[in-house]
C-alpha cells in the first residue's frame, strides 16, 4: 500500500537562498553556446548606459556656455548631438530587447528539450512518486522564470550596475562635493530595498504555495467532474475553490502592498536628494563657485541615479524566483533512473527465440531503487521460478495482488528484481539495453493509452517502418477496420485526449492493431480483454489465436474464459507460484485453479 501523500504533496517546495553561486553557474552554463551574442547585447547595454548620460552633460554646457555666448550653432550642435544620442540610445535599446529575448528563447528550448529527454530516461518508480501537475510545472512555468532571469535579469542587471557606475562617476567628475551631498540618502535608498526585498521574497513564496493549491484542486475536480457531479458536491467543492481562491487573492495584494509602498518610498527618497542638490547648490551658485548649468545636470543625473536601484530591487525578485526555479529544475535533470542501463549493452540475438526464464525472482516495490531506508521488504514476488518454451502460450492467473502485473513490469524492465534473474534465451534480460528490449515485446493493457493523434499514428505510433497498408491489414485482422473506416476521416481522424471519441472495446481493439503492426517475438496481455464485451471479445479471440502462433506469449487474465486454450497455466497467490500445468491438469488436482474455474463459470451455471 503506497502511503497517504502529505498535505504539501502538489505544493512546490520551499524557497532556497536568494542568490546561489553554485546554481548560478550552472545556470550560466546554458549560454556558452551563444556566449558571442550575449557578449554583444551586453556592450550594447553599456553603450546605451552611456549614451543616456550625454544629454544631462549637454544641458550644462548649453546653459553655461551656448546660451550666455548667444552661440546659437554652438546650440544646435548640442541639439544635434543630444538628438542622435537619444534616436542611438533607442536602436540601441531595441536591438538589444530583441537579441536578449532571442538568447532567452533558445536556452528555454535547450532546457525543455533537456528535460523532457530526461522525463523519458527515468523509471517507473519516479512517476509514482511524483504528480503529473509537478512535472508540468518543471516544464512551463519553472522554465519561463528562468526565460525571465536570462532576457530581464542577467543582461539588464549589468546594464543598470554600469549605468549607476557612470552617473556616479560623471557626478563626482562635475563637482564632487554636490556629488556626495546628493549621495547621502543613500542609506535610506538601501534601508527601503532590505525592507522590501525581505517581504517580496516571503510574498513570492506565498504566491507560489497558494497557486499549486489552486492548481491540484482544479486538477483532481476537473479529472474528477463525473463523480463530483454524480453525488451532488457542486455546491460544497465551490465553497473550498472560494477559500482556497481568497488565500490566492490576499497573498496578491500583499504582494501589491509592498510594491505600492516601495515605489513611491523611493520616489520621497529621490526628491530629498533633489532638494539636497538644490539646496547646497543654490547656495554655492549664489556664491559664484557653481554654475546653474551643473546644478541642471545633476538634478537629471540625480532623478536617473534612483532608477536602476529600483530596477535592481525587481531583479531580486526575478532572481530569487530563478534561484528556486533552477533548484527544482537541476533536482529533475539530477535524478538517476532507478533501473539503469548496462555500461555496455549486449546486442541481442538476430534470431530471437523468445524463450524466457524467471530464475528464484523475489521483488518489492519499497525496495525497488535499491537503497536501503531501514524498512524490511514487502515481498510482492517470492521466489518466481519458470520457464517458457519458444512459440508458447503461457496464462498467469490469480486473485487480485497476487503478483501478476508485477511479473510483466520485472520483464519489461520497468523494475529489476532484488534476487534471481530474468532470462531470455539463456540470457540476462539486464545485459540488454532497455529500448532494444523493449523492441523485441508488445504489451497490451486493460487501461489503454491512446494519444489524441489519428487511429492511423497510434497503431504506428509515429513509425517510419510502418507502411499505410501494414497499419490497415493490422487494424482488419483485429476487427478495428470497420469502427476505423466508419469515421468521418478513417485513419487520419483525430481521436481526441486519450481517445474519448472511442468507446471502450473500440479503444481496446485499436491496442491489439498497435501490437499487431509491430509484429514482436514476445507478445504480452495483461488483462487486456476484460473491459470489451462478450461480441467484441469473440473477435479478439480469434485474432488473438492467429497472432500468437508462432510467438511467445505471456497472457495475464482474470477472466479464465480468455485463458483455456493456453498451452500451460500459471497460479499465482500472495506472490508465490502455486500451480503450474495446463486447464484439464490444473482441474483435475481440484485445488485453486479449479475453485477459480468454479466461482467463475460453474456459480455462473456454465458447463
Known sequence: MQPAPDLDFHEEEALGKAYDARLMRRLLRYLRPYRAKVALAVVMLIAASGLELVGPYLSAVAIDQAIPARDLAFLAILAGIYTLALVLALLLGYAQTLLTTWIGQR??????????????????????????????????????????????????????????????????????????????????????????????RRSYRDIRVKLARINAFLQERITGMSVVQLFGREEPESGKFKEINADHLQAHLRSITYYALFWPIIELVAAVAVALVLWYGGMHVLEGTLTVGVIAAFLQYVRRFYRPIQDLSEKFNILQGAMASSERVFKLLDTEPTVPEPKQ??????????????????????????KDDGSPPDWVLKGISFTTRPGERLAVVGHTGAGKTTLINLLMRFYDPQRGAILLDGLDIREFAKRELRQVMKLVLQDVYLFSDSAGFNIRMGS??????QVEAAASRVGADRFIRRLPQGYDQPLGERGASLSVGERQLLSFARALAFDPPILILDEATSSVDSEIEAQIQAALEELMRGRTSLVIAHRLSTILNADRILVMHHGELAEDGTHEELLAKGELYARLYELQFVGEGVT
Not at 549493452?345 to 535499491?370: M, Q, S, T
Not at 517510419?464 to 497498408?469: A, F, L, R
Open 107 to 200: 536556452v528555454m528550448f535547450d532546457l525543455r528539450t533537456q528535460i523532457f529527454s530526461q522525463l523519458q530516461r527515468l523509471s517507473l518508480r519516479f512517476f509514482d512518486r511524483n504528480p503529473v501537475g509537478r512535472l508540468m510545472t518543471r516544464l512551463t512555468s519553472d522554465v519561463e522564470v528562468l526565460n525571465e532571469m536570462f532576457t530581464s535579469g542577467v543582461v539588464a542587471i549589468f546594464g543598470d550596475i554600469f549605468t549607476l557606475a557612470f552617473i556616479v562617476a560623471v557626478m563626482l567628475a562635475m563637482n564632487w562635493k554636490l556629488a556626495l551631498v546628493s549621495f547621502t540618502v543613500i542609506p535610506l535608498v538601501w534601508a527601503a530595498a532590505y525592507w522590501f526585498r525581505v517581504n517580496v
Open 345 to 370: 549493452p549486449r546486442p541481442l540475438p538476430r534470431r530471437l527465440g523468445g524463450e524466457i526464464e524467471f530464475r528464484d525472482v523475489w521483488f518489492a516495490y519499497n525496495k525497488a531503487g535499491h
Open 464 to 469: 517510419t517502418d510502418i507502411s499505410d497498408e
